[in-house]
């Protein structure tokens, strides 16, 4: 059964345009990347609108693995090895609304079976569509399920011996997609991974950032990096960075409206020692991480607590700084290791910023980092989590390792 064709590939399909700085965006391309760095013959495929949609060629065969563009590669930090298929999506697709042109349903029904299949080994992806179009057609596929939903698992495909593995992050997560219909055997539940960029040291490139964020004859600097969202504790922060007026507080991250809310929320507090700097690329976020005395991990209490496995905490992990981080379901197993230097209740700003205090005098910075954290945070690789995800794909459906 298994197939030896070169030519086949490890499709990873997102059903967004991209590049755009979504969490989830991070971590789908990351997570193809690491396919890709393992040898396999790895193909990211999304939606193309506007101009890049109307290539003739495109339009007749629409599957053309090729090179991953260098704005792509900068803006998730992707290595050479993954190649790209951006699939066209001319007019009136999602213009005009309704399921026959929607882009996901082109992307399924359309492009799917008559251009990708017959050079497809195995499909991976967080679109529930695209994986049931795979198994329907007699592909292998792997599900990334991130999210509480309240929708019964289709049993005719979870069910179906094609339907390899659902990857979840969270243990709460996996218990609702089982009462949603899903076989127990066929969800695990697996981290997310850091990049290796965050491991190597940038210490001129921090120093930098020290210099041109540390305003006022402020010493120390704690950054946040993420979503702008309430419940990931950015208005605990603002208050936070109220009552430690001598040291200067960064938050990397969110959409430019979020940006522009949190600024204003700043001021009205008259708070002038928060600074939000909007999303970065990955290569600045390396260097802004090991910048900084502290990284915060606040967040609130509530649902939304009881699912995440932040990326950006082993992003911080691996760059070796302090890490203060609230005490919230989803991390309970981090509890235990040296890794994370102060944890607090959540929903408090008056804790946090006591945590915070007890760690700037602990914990002076260091620039090579703190080895607990980064020795922890190895294990946490793109790379592992895929060559492990692989581990419970079926042998003779196994795609085949072919560097080229």
Not at 134 to 148: D, F, L
Not at 220 to 225: E, F, R
Not at 232 to 237: A, H, M, R
Not at 274 to 293: K, P, R, V, Y
Request: some cysteine.
């Amino acid at each position: 059964m298994k197939n030896n064709h070169s030519k086949k590939h490890y499709i990873y399909f997102i059903k967004e345009e991209i590049p755009k700085p979504e969490a989830h965006l991070v971590q789908s391309t990351n997570a193809a990347n690491a396919v890709a760095n393992l040898g396999y013959s790895t193909v990211l495929i999304y939606p193309t609108k506007g101009k890049e949609a109307l290539n003739p060629i495109d339009l007749i065969r629409p599957f053309r693995p090729r090179k991953t563009p260098n704005e792509l590669k900068k803006y998730y930090n992707l290595h050479d090895k993954l190649k790209v298929s951006p699939l066209p999506m001319p007019f009136p697709i999602d213009y005009v609304k309704s399921k026959f042109t929607s882009s996901n349903t082109i992307a399924s029904k359309y492009y799917f079976p008559f251009h990708i299949l017959p050079q497809t080994q195995i499909v991976h992806s967080r679109d529930w569509n695209f994986v049931e179009a795979a198994v329907k057609n007699g592909i292998p596929a792997i599900y990334e399920h991130h999210h509480h939903e309240d929708k019964p698992f289709a049993q005719e495909i979870v069910k179906n011996p094609l339907f390899q593995i659902a990857v979840t992050v969270g243990d709460t997560v996996r218990q609702s997609m089982i009462a949603n219909g899903m076989p127990p055997e066929k969800v695990i539940k697996l981290h997310n991974g850091y990049n290796r960029l965050f491991m190597e040291r940038h210490s001129q490139a921090a120093t930098e950032w020290r210099k041109k964020l540390l305003q006022n004859n402020r010493e120390k600097l704690i950054v946040y990096s993420g979503a702008l969202e309430q419940f990931k504790g950015i208005d605990i922060l603002v208050d936070v960075a109220k009552q430690l007026p001598e040291v200067q507080f960064v938050c990397a991250g969110g959409r430019e409206n979020q940006v522009k809310h949190y600024q204003q929320l700043a001021q009205e507090k008259q708070v002038d020692n928060i600074t939000f700097l909007g999303f970065i690329l990955q290569q600045e976020l390396a260097s802004l991480l090991q910048a900084a005395d502290i990284l915060a991990h606040p967040h609130c209490s509530g649902k939304a607590a009881t699912f995440t496995s932040p990326l950006k905490l082993f992003d911080y992990f691996a760059s070796g700084t302090p890490i203060v981080s609230t005490r919230i379901p989803s991390l309970t197993e981090f509890e235990n290791t040296k890794a994370i230097a102060a944890w607090c209740e959540p929903d408090s700003a008056t804790e946090f910023k006591a945590s915070l205090a007890q760690v700037l005098a602990t914990h002076p910075r260091k620039i090579e980092g703190y080895s607990d954290s980064i020795d922890f945070v190895k294990q946490f690789s793109w790379e592992n989590r895929a060559a492990k995800i692989l581990s419970y794909v079926d042998e003779s459906l196994k795609p085949v390792i072919s560097e080229y």
